[in-house]
Structure formats: C-alpha cells, structure tokens
T-cell receptor
Framework: KNEVEQSPQNLTAQEGEFITINCSYSVGISALHWLQQHPGGGIVSLFMLSSGKKKHGRLIATINIQEKHSSLHITASHPRDSAVYICAVGNFGNEKLTFGTGTRLTIIP | DVKVTQSSRYLVKRTGEKVFLECVQDMDHENMFWYRQDPGLGLRLIYFSYDVKMKEKGDIPEGYSVSREKKERFSLILESASTNQTSMYLC??????????FGSGTRLTVV
C-alpha cells in the first residue's frame, strides 16, 4: 500500500464547477504539500500546511491531522486549472517528501 | 522568488555515456534533492543533500551519484547511462521546515 493515496486519479469537469481532490496518508508527517504540474512543465508549490486550512485565490487546502487526510478545492474552475495535482508529505526529522501519484484534472470550456 | 535552475530541458544521450545533470538554486537553501518522475510511479527520490559535501541516498540511488561542492549547486551523475534511466529528472531545494521549490525538469532520453 502506498504511503500517500490520491483520489480521483483523473477528473474531468466543466468550467465553473467546484473541484475537490483528496489525499490520504498513512505515516506521521511534519507537513503536507500540494503541488501543481502543467503538461511538460516543472512543478509549482501551491500550499504547505500542517494544520487547518489555507486559501490562495480560488484554491483552498485543508488538512485533518487526526484522520490523516487533506483536500484541495478549486472554486469556479477554469481551463487554465487543467494540470496534474500532486500531494506530498514530509516526515519528521528530515525534509524528504513522499509523493502521491497525482490527479490529472481537465477543465472543459 | 526562489529560483531553481536546471541546466537542460531536454537531453538525448547514448547508452554507456556518463551524464551530468546540473541544478543551481539562488536562495541559500540548505537542502537540495534529485527526483525522477515516471508515469504511474510518481516522483521518487534519488539522492538528497542537506549541506555542502553531505549526501544521502534516497529510494532509488542505484546507477546514480551526486556532488555538492558548493551550497548552491547539486549535480546528478549517471555513471553509465542505460535505457531504463530515460525519465524526467526534477531538482528541488528547501530550507529547514520550509517550502519546496522545484526546477523545471530535464527530460532525459537514453538511446
């Protein structure tokens, strides 16, 4: 079993829809990261969080430490949000990350 | 903004060649990492370094070595490239308990 599981693996939605991507992990962590990767592009860090909730523009990330679960929400989705979204967790004592396999999001105009 | 620069976006090398992938960061970060990304497998850690001349093996170090002679530069070396090392290679840096910054990646093809 992978230490970091994301769902769904693929998601297609209409422009304007509310999007939720989920991440569950099985190890103790110091922080959870949400990353975005556009086709052929590098990876951009969206959020790093260890508790509660963070918001940046139309993106919201939440984490429940007790349930070992995080969600990434996108409000009023737009075609430019189409990308692979990756959840990663950092372990106590070092800064190495363990990654989920990503969620491929496609927003149709 | 922190920048992590990888020397090449695309690289084609022959089997058996020695390959150097260079990564430079400009924000004095202690930690630097090399990952490879393959479809269905996600990102996997090859090596990381938490200080100059310090290195630790990641999950898949076989066939690779690294060098960190200066804080800002972390090099990945494929001693004798093989076709199963065809992949996307991503460098990243971070400060202790801080966020990550990734480079734009090097897509390496070994023929």
């Amino acid at each position: 079993k992978n230490e970091v599981e994301q769902s769904p693996q693929n998601l297609t939605a209409q422009e304007g829809e509310f999007i939720t991507i989920n991440c569950s992990y099985s190890v103790g962590i110091s922080a959870l990261h949400w990353l975005q990767q556009h086709p052929g592009g590098g990876i951009v860090s969206l959020f790093m969080l260890s508790s509660g909730k963070k918001k940046h523009g139309r993106l919201i990330a939440t984490i429940n430490i007790q349930e070992k679960h995080s969600s990434l929400h996108i409000t009023a989705s737009h075609p430019r949000d189409s990308a692979v979204y990756i959840c990663a967790v950092g372990n106590f004592g070092n800064e190495k990350l363990t990654f989920g396999t990503g969620t491929r999001l496609t927003i149709i105009p | 903004d922190v920048k992590v620069t990888q020397s090449s976006r695309y690289l084609v090398k022959r089997t058996g060649e020695k390959v150097f992938l260079e990564c430079v960061q400009d924000m004095d970060h202690e930690n630097m990492f090399w990952y490879r990304q393959d479809p269905g497998l996600g990102l996997r850690l090859i090596y990381f370094s938490y200080d100059v001349k310090m290195k630790e093996k990641g999950d898949i170090p076989e066939g690779y070595s690294v060098s960190r002679e200066k804080k800002e530069r972390f090099s990945l070396i494929l001693e004798s490239a093989s076709t199963n090392q065809t992949s996307m290679y991503l460098c990243a840096s971070s400060w202790v308990r801080g966020g990550y910054t990734f480079g734009s990646g090097t897509r390496l093809t070994v023929v």
